[in-house]
Structure formats: C-alpha cells, structure tokens
C-alpha cells in the first residue's frame, strides 16, 4: 500500500501536537516549539559531535521523568537554550508542568519540563549582533503562544540562519498515515556541514523517498560515477558551526524505551538525506514524542513507525532545503536548480 501524507503534510498531523515559530530577523535567528497539547512520552537520540541541549539527560530510560511539555528548536548556539526558560514561563502561567510538593509546609509547584537543542547560525552572514540581552528568551514566549495546527517551513524559526552545506537550510516538516490509521510526523531545522543534495547536479540524495508532488521535480542524475569523496556541496569545516535538530512524533502508545527506538530509527532518516551526516563538526540531535494513550505499541508495530519517522524526517529534510529563500547571499536551491514551485 501506498504511503499517504496527513491532511497538512506537517508534524502538526500527529494528534496533541502544536508547532509555534519565532524569529530574529535583523540576527538572522530564531525558535521553534513543539508543544504537546497534554504531556507526551519523550525521549531523544545524540549523534553529533558538536551538540547542544537541554534536559537531554532528563530523557534517558534510567531517569524519573518520562513526559514532557513541549521541545524547543532554536538557532543562536548555547544562547539558544534559554529559549527553553521562556517557553517555561508560559506554560507555568499556564498551570502546566511536573507537580512537586503536595504538603501545607511545601505548596503544590509545577516544573515544566522543556528539553532543548540548539544549532550554530551566529556566523551567518549580514547578521546583526544584538545589543544587550540575547533575544532567546523572548522568542521561547512568542513561539509557544504562537503554536498552532499550520506552520511556515523554509527561512521560519529556527531554521531561519540556517544552511544545508553551501546551500540556505531551514525548517521542514512532513507526516504519514499509516494502514492503521497511526500518524507519524517529523519536524526539522537543517543547518549542516554535510550536503543534502548530489555533487555537480543538484538532486536530493533522498529524492526517492519524496511523496508525488512534494518536492519541485529533480534534475536528473548524472552518467558519471559517484565520487565518494567529491564534498564540493559541502560546507567549509568550521567546529560546532552546524547542526540538524529534528522532533518525529506519532499518535501511537509508546513509553520511554519505545520513544528511544523511535528517535534512534528516525535518525537514519538523516542519514538517507544528508552526506556527510553525524560528523564531528555537527551536533544532530533527535526527539521523539507520543501522544497516544493505552497497551504500548508491540514491537512489530514500532518497527513500522521507526521505518516511518526515518523516512519522514528524510522528507522534511527536501522540504525544509526546496521551501528556503535565499538569504544573506547564501543561495537556495531553487535559486540554483529548481524548476516549479513545490505543491502545498
């Protein structure tokens, strides 16, 4: 059977979850938060060598807490992960988060908890630094308020600084249903020093997995071999100046160790979309949430939507490079090679 997209394409397809975005346009910055509309089964999977996060140990199998209340995606480096505390704020006013306390001496508190990654766009050219307090905290507020069902994709939250070896990165998100009616969804910002698209002619090296209609038509692929050592779409190798952070969700039953395969499977959804992938250089980084409630997914049925998050966030990663603008003098790849404007 034919894979079939959600109704919206979009992470935002998984029952219970929201995406909100927020940017610094003169810093060529910004967020993104996935808000779960009722606390989610959460775990997460590191594969970079450079990364930068929040809580991610909060989200091992061995740890307390197996929920949480939204994740943040955000540019601006270690600055970033104070989006986090503004995403905080709201929710405690809210009235969201872990409950500690429960005694006349010690009141109720809710924590929410809200792990985080970030990626490096501080480089990016014709930024304007800001002056006094970073701007990420103030954007953490103004992306979860604003997380809704419809979200932008390309030069949007924390995709907005970002690019995708030499071509101008961004946001991307993509979504199937599956034969049980199970909905998968991934949500991603690419900002890496791999390439994700051929040397030399400009097609995605995951074109394969695109649904009809999803990404503008490709150009053909050479005749000549394929040089595994040609990096000539590649980003110059700076340290910790890349970067692909990424969210999959299902609507599914999973605890921790579920979520923990899922976001592990899920990662080979990079590895099909982008070369090089894991380097020293990058601090990939994926989430994973569940939503639904019930008996947990049997193995079988997690094996079906692992295979399904790696292929969706292989979809998102074409759709976060085909949907970006060029930007500070970094070409987009419809700039260089595309042909027809991607369907909705």
Same mark, same amino acid.
Request: aromatic share 4%; charged share 15%.
């Given at each position: 059977?034919?894979?079939?997209?959600?109704?919206?394409?979009?992470?935002?397809?998984?029952?219970?979850?929201?995406?909100?975005?927020?940017?610094?346009?003169?810093?060529?910055?910004?967020?993104?938060?996935?808000? !779960?509309?009722?606390?989610?089964?959460?775990?997460?999977?590191?594969?970079?060598?450079?990364?930068?996060?929040?809580?991610?140990?909060?989200?091992?199998?061995?740890? %307390?807490?197996?929920?949480?209340?939204?994740?943040?995606?955000?540019?601006?480096?270690?600055?970033?992960?104070?989006?986090?505390?503004?995403?905080?704020?709201?929710?405690?006013?809210?009235?969201? #988060?872990?409950?500690?306390?429960?005694?006349?001496?010690?009141?109720?508190?809710?924590?929410?908890?809200?792990?985080?990654?970030?990626?490096?766009?501080?480089?990016?050219?014709?930024?304007?630094?800001?002056?006094?307090?970073?701007?990420?905290?103030?954007?953490?507020?103004?992306?979860?308020?604003?997380? !809704?069902?419809?979200?932008?994709?390309?030069?949007?939250?924390?995709?907005?600084?970002?690019?995708?070896?030499?071509?101008?990165?961004?946001?991307?998100?993509?979504?199937?249903?599956?034969?049980?009616?199970?909905?998968?969804?991934? %949500?991603?910002?690419?900002?890496?020093?791999?390439?994700?698209?051929?040397?030399?002619?400009?097609?995605?090296?995951?074109?394969?997995?695109?649904?009809?209609?999803?990404?503008?038509?490709?150009?053909?692929?050479?005749?000549?071999?394929?040089?595994?050592?040609?990096?000539?779409?590649?980003?110059?190798?700076?340290?910790?100046?890349?970067?692909?952070?990424?969210?999959?969700?299902?609507?599914?039953?999973?605890?921790?160790?579920?979520?923990?395969? %899922?976001?592990?499977?899920?990662?080979?959804?990079?590895?099909?979309?982008?070369?090089?992938?894991?380097?020293?250089?990058?601090?990939?980084?994926?989430?994973?949430?569940?939503?639904?409630?019930?008996?947990?997914?049997a193995p079988a049925t997690l094996l079906q939507l692992g295979t399904a998050a790696a292929d969706c966030l292989a979809r998102a990663v074409m759709r976060a490079v085909t949907m970006a603008e060029p930007l500070g003098g970094v070409p987009s790849w419809r700039q260089l090679? #595309?042909?027809?404007?991607?369907?909705?």
């Amino acid at each position: 059977m034919a894979s079939t997209a959600g109704p919206r394409n979009l992470i935002t397809d998984v029952a219970g979850i929201l995406v909100g975005h927020a940017e610094d346009r003169d810093g060529a910055t910004g967020t993104t938060v996935v808000l !779960a509309e009722a606390p989610a089964t959460a775990s997460v999977d590191v594969r970079g060598g450079a990364p930068g996060s929040r809580e991610t140990e909060l989200l091992s199998l061995d740890t %307390l807490v197996d929920r949480v209340d939204a994740v943040v995606l955000s540019g601006g480096s270690a600055f970033g992960l104070d989006a986090a505390a503004g995403v905080m704020e709201w929710l405690a006013a809210a009235g969201r #988060g872990f409950a500690v306390g429960s005694s006349l001496r010690s009141p109720l508190i809710r924590v929410p908890i809200v792990p985080a990654a970030i990626l490096f766009d501080l480089g990016f050219p014709g930024r304007r630094i800001w002056s006094g307090e970073p701007p990420y905290r103030a954007l953490g507020r103004r992306a979860v308020g604003a997380a !809704a069902k419809e979200l932008a994709q390309g030069n949007a939250g924390a995709g907005l600084g970002a690019t995708a070896g030499r071509l101008k990165g961004g946001i991307g998100s993509a979504s199937v249903v599956l034969a049980g009616g199970v909905a998968v969804g991934a %949500l991603v910002a690419v900002n890496s020093c791999g390439s994700t698209v051929r040397p030399a002619c400009g097609r995605f090296w995951a074109a394969d997995l695109a649904l009809p209609g999803e990404i503008d038509p490709q150009p053909a692929a050479p005749d000549m071999p394929f040089d595994p050592e040609d990096f000539s779409e590649c980003k110059a190798v700076v340290a910790g100046a890349n970067t692909t952070i990424a969210v999959v969700a299902t609507d599914a039953a999973l605890d921790k160790a579920g979520c923990r395969r %899922l976001a592990i499977m899920a990662q080979d959804g990079l590895a099909r979309a982008i070369r090089p992938i894991h380097t020293p250089f990058d601090g990939d980084t994926v989430f994973a949430l569940a939503t639904g409630v019930g008996p947990t997914a049997a193995p079988a049925t997690l094996l079906q939507l692992g295979t399904a998050a790696a292929d969706c966030l292989a979809r998102a990663v074409m759709r976060a490079v085909t949907m970006a603008e060029p930007l500070g003098g970094v070409p987009s790849w419809r700039q260089l090679w #595309g042909q027809a404007p991607a369907a909705p």
